[in-house]
């Protein structure tokens, strides 16, 4: 057991945390996410959300006050804003190997459920990402574990403990995301207490995790009452009631199926697996209170907490992958306890077959991205200098292929499970350095505003459009970043009567650029096949850059632009050389 835990702990911190700050920062959730704790540093205003000075009410505050600490700590920088997502996917785990522990069977039991748990795809790629996903599924798998351990506790003055316990990460997940962390635990909870034959004890259960939830949540929610008295009608309508009843969705509309092939996938490779599992969990040889029972007070409660918030996120009409994630935790309970059932039961044929199959489209994999690299431009997927990362992702490739056959020719199951387990650890290390660079273009802007950060200075006005600008504000420190087009996520900011004034058309622009009688460039820095709509109704650049799908260009009226047109010292050409003074 002491060994397992030590391995485990060491392979999260390899996976998760060491390479956090080695791939680029992507636009535009990494950058929202890095700009709003950095302009709560700046400012001191730790109770409104703001983004490019705009007022910002999609999200509570709590993910930002965490993504502040990291930055204050760590600086500004990919690994400080990503660091607590990371860290958030090892505590989740941490309360996964809690449960399975106790109930499942065990030292062994919990392990392996938290190694399913950290091996999921979507929870690798969320977890080392910067979203508030990780943070909210920490907070709800919290809630969820703490509130499984109060049902099962005898003692009064325990479980209200437990309880309370409870109800404090209920109330810091509504702190993260929102009344999503009441409404999971309610289709979860209810449906179990039903299931169980205790729905008299409904009401007696939850006043006290209500309770606890909502004296965490007030305080801040009367703070932004006062300050911002608009915020509970955009939060609450917008972002919840129109996600779930709106035609159109609101953001990212999605049919009803949307989450069947996101789950199916993040749940790689363990999805492979659904056969053993489910032969596993009808496994009820034990007895009505045998381990993996259908009549298991912890199969039920995890059954319900995966199917119950899966139909709700379905019912929205609003759909990211990234929604989804509070289902892993309880998909890895029963994924852990089923196969650990099915090998109880001395069967492991369908497991030999699932393997089998895996290693097929491996080896498929392997093959197609050779030919791909060396016959078909077309499909190749990294360009011809991005050799060593072919392969490594060829090599990472042939040793999950490796470990997938040492794991059907286990003759022990623990062995079996290990070694299925740890396959996915080295293409999970390897693909956070492998990405390919046509994947960047037009997502990365870090390294393209970089270059030419000595042409911004503090009273530089500086123009873009919504997708692009909280990159803008990220990279050059500023909050007074101008819109050109329209408002995207920022629209709501820029309805109030103190910033209207930064959305601006194309005239406007023009204006702009007019005022500024030659004195000062107004800086445009915009995506690619925005400026080709725009080129057109501009005056020609003093000066423009071109490169991974951006424009970084100077605009002053014409005849002031006569004046500006001599080639300075730093007015070099880009670093892919499409630049131009």
Known sequence: MRRSSVIIIALFFLLYVVPLGVRPMVIPDEFRYAEIPREMLETGDWVVPHLDGLRYFEKPVLGYWLNAIAIAVFGENAFAIRFFSAVAAGISALFVFFLARRYAGGCFAGVFAAAVFLTCLEVFAVGTFSTLDSMFCMFLTAAMTLFFFAYMENRPRKEACLLVLSGISCGLAFLTKGFLAFAVPAVTIIPFLIWQRRAKEIFRILWVPVVTAALVALPWCLMIYVRENDFWHYFLWTEHIQRLISPKGGQHPEPFWFF??????????????????????????????????????????????????????????????????????????????????????????????????????????????????????????????????????????????????????????????????????????????????????????????????????????????????????????????????????????????????????????????????????????????????????????????????????????????????????????????????
Not at 285 to 307: E, N
Not at 420 to 429: D, E, H, R, S
Request: glycine content about 8%.
């Open 260 to 581: 069947i092939p996101c789950i199916l996938i993040g749940a790689l490779p363990w999805t492979a697996l659904l056969p053993p599992v489910i032969s596993g969990l009808r496994n009820t040889h034990l007895g009505s209170r045998g381990a993996g029972s259908l009549k298991d007070p912890l199969i039920r409660f995890a059954a319900c907490w995966l199917l119950f918030p899966f139909l709700l996120f379905s019912a929205s009409r609003g759909k990211l992958g990234t929604y989804i994630l509070p289902c892993f935790p309880p998909l890895a309970v029963l994924v852990s306890t089923g196969l650990l059932k099915y090998f109880a039961a001395g069967k492991k044929k369908a497991f030999t077959v699932a393997v089998h199959i895996l290693l097929v489209i491996v080896a498929a994999l392997v093959i197609f991205l050779i030919l791909s690299q060396t016959m078909s431009a077309a499909l190749r997927l990294y360009e011809q200098r991005e050799t060593w990362k072919v392969v490594l992702v060829t090599t990472a490739f042939l040793t999950y292929a490796l470990f997938l056959l040492c794991a059907s020719r286990a003759a022990n199951f623990r062995k079996k499970l290990a070694y299925f387990a740890i396959g996915p650890t080295v293409f999970m290390f390897c693909a956070q350095f492998v990405m390919p660079n046509q994947f960047k273009d037009g997502k990365a802007p870090g390294e393209f505003l970089r270059q030419n950060w000595h042409r911004v200075r503090p009273d530089t006005t500086l123009v873009s459009d919504n997708y692009l600008a909280s990159a803008v504000c990220w990279s050059y420190k500023r909050r007074d970043v101008f819109l050109l087009g329209r408002g995207g996520e920022l629209a709501y900011g820029l309805g109030y009567d103190d910033s209207k004034q930064r959305l601006l058309d194309i005239e406007r622009l023009r204006e702009l650029i007019t005022k500024g009688s030659g004195k000062e460039c107004i800086t445009l820095i915009i995506r690619m096949k925005l400026y080709a709509e725009y080129a057109g109704l501009l005056p020609k650049p003093v000066f423009e850059d071109v490169g991974h799908g951006f424009v970084f260009a100077e605009l002053a009226p014409p005849i002031a632009a006569e004046k500006l047109t001599e080639p300075k010292p730093e007015d070099t050409k880009s670093k892919d050389g499409k630049g131009s003074s």
